[in-house]
């Protein structure tokens, strides 16, 4: 890691205090890392990576983390480290930060078994405290009262924190939707939140992702016959890509493979990891198996369904070396199909363009989610604007901050907020949101900024 300038310190809480104050995540996409603050103690919340382009370049991009500094003069005021679900953005900092953080890092199954293993490959699993919650149960984490409150988003077991202190409590909602069927975990349970609803409750901190997009997402049970029909019509081989931490989306492609006659195959590290804990934790449907990839170049075209890594346009991803014909196992031909389902997020357009055109010159069907809203071939795992109004209307909450967003997603839930009658403070990473002993923002209260991971 690279270290940046030194970040001015911390304000110490007092037992009438209650406050947030993000690190990261806050005006931009990733590196979620929020600060609360009561009686002489933090609470970590996430602890996440992002990317940023390198300077001059267009495809290459560097993982980036926020920069704890703030922190540091007072570490042993951090209680712990709660985890909301096992994303990157969410949990892909832990093991660079933790040798300096050294706290006890609280997580359900699935975000922990990710979190495990990424401690064990680094070689520090027999160091860290690793506390396995139960959802619904609260956990006593120095002056703060947690209780994990299970949403449906695109990883199992994903969580809302009810964040509890004498003085009241704080809903932070991490990334959530609204999912009646959502293939893995229960559907979302509204009248969970209604119960939040009452004179104890201080604030809502929550997800902007999606906030500019009006109506509700879509289930994430739609994509099956949308993506089943489109590769039913396919007559060579199958390539799709889709975020390798889409649990749901990866069981609903292993169905489409067999329901179309084809086998089923990943490639890519991430893929496998995540498929391997599905397993582990029983998310994973026994009788859909994925083949060995040194088996797929035996098979006939239309028999062939792999799922790989690079949907964002990564320059190592799988899809990239088939783009190259540089796969180890597989070569494409003209008249195979590559099928995108998943997002273009907004910073990595130009080298998902650049890898589109790539896949076009070899005379590959190259077909894009986002170029086809008429099908589901991929559904969000973010609340759009009909999703928060259900979810404020239960809620009732007396004041709302907004994160998990870029400034037009953070000016757009404003907007969203006020407008349902809802006071809002918007700021950004380094601003004292405070709840007691009285609601206010302080502006650039520490400064913030990130960690460049060196991936040498």
């Not at 990576?49 to 005021?77: C, D, H, T, Y």
């Not at 956990?139 to 003085?167: A, E």
């Not at 292993?254 to 496998?272: D, N």
Request: with cysteine; hydrophobic share 40%; proline share 8%.
């Amino acid at each position: 890691m690279n270290p940046s300038t030194p970040l001015l310190q911390l304000p110490i809480p007092n037992p009438r205090d209650f406050w947030c104050l993000p690190l990261g995540g806050v005006g931009e996409i990733g590196q979620n890392m929020m600060l609360y603050g009561h009686d002489g103690h933090y609470l970590m919340v996430d602890c996440g990576l992002g990317f940023e382009p390198i300077k001059g370049s267009s495809m290459q991009f560097q993982r980036v983390i926020a920069n704890p500094a703030p922190l540091m003069p007072f570490i042993s005021k951090l209680s712990g480290i709660v985890i909301t679900h096992g994303h990157e953005d969410h949990i892909g900092a832990l093991v660079h930060l933790w040798p300096k953080l050294r706290k006890p890092i609280y997580a359900s199954p699935f975000a922990m078994a990710l979190i495990r293993r990424k401690f064990a490959e680094a070689e520090l699993l027999d160091k860290v405290e690793l506390i396995t919650i139960t959802p619904h149960q609260h956990y006593q984490i120095g002056p703060f009262n947690v209780n994990w409150l299970q949403v449906t988003h695109s990883i199992p077991q994903s969580h809302s924190l009810v964040i509890n202190t004498p003085l009241g409590y704080v809903l932070h909602t991490g990334d959530w939707k609204i999912d009646a069927k959502p293939l893995v975990d229960q559907p979302f349970n509204l009248a969970a939140f209604k119960d939040l609803a009452g004179q104890d409750l201080l604030a809502v901190v929550a997800d902007s992702t999606n906030a500019i997009k009006p109506g509700q997402t879509a289930s994430e049970s739609a994509c099956f016959p949308d993506l089943l029909k489109l590769v039913q019509n396919q007559p060579g081989r199958v390539v799709v890509s889709c975020f390798s931490s889409n649990i749901a989306r990866l069981i609903t492609l292993a169905r489409v493979a067999k329901a179309s006659g084809r086998f089923f195959a990943l490639a890519g590290r991430a893929l496998e990891n995540m498929v391997a804990t599905a397993r582990q934790l029983g998310y994973w449907p026994q009788e859909l198996q994925p083949i060995a990839l040194k088996d797929l170049g035996y098979l006939p075209k239309d028999e062939v369904l792999l799922v790989t890594t690079g949907s964002q346009g990564e320059p190592n991803a799988g899809l990239w070396r088939l783009a190259k014909q540089q796969h180890r196992f597989l070569e494409l031909d003209p008249g195979d199909t590559v099928i995108f389902s998943a997002i273009r997020i907004p910073d990595n357009i130009t080298r998902i363009r650049q890898l589109e055109r790539a896949l076009i010159r070899l005379q590959l069907t190259v077909i894009h989610a986002e170029d086809h809203p008429e099908l589901h071939l991929h559904v969000s795992g973010h609340p759009r604007q009909g999703d928060m109004i259900k979810l404020y209307e239960a809620l009732q909450p007396p004041l709302l901050i907004p994160v998990h967003g870029e400034a037009e997603h953070l000016k757009a839930h404003s907007h969203l907020a006020e407008n349902l009658g809802i006071p809002v403070l918007q700021g950004e990473n380094g601003d004292l949101f405070r709840f007691k002993p009285f609601v206010s923002l302080d502006n650039q209260k520490v400064a913030t900024g990130v960690l460049i991971l060196d991936d040498d």
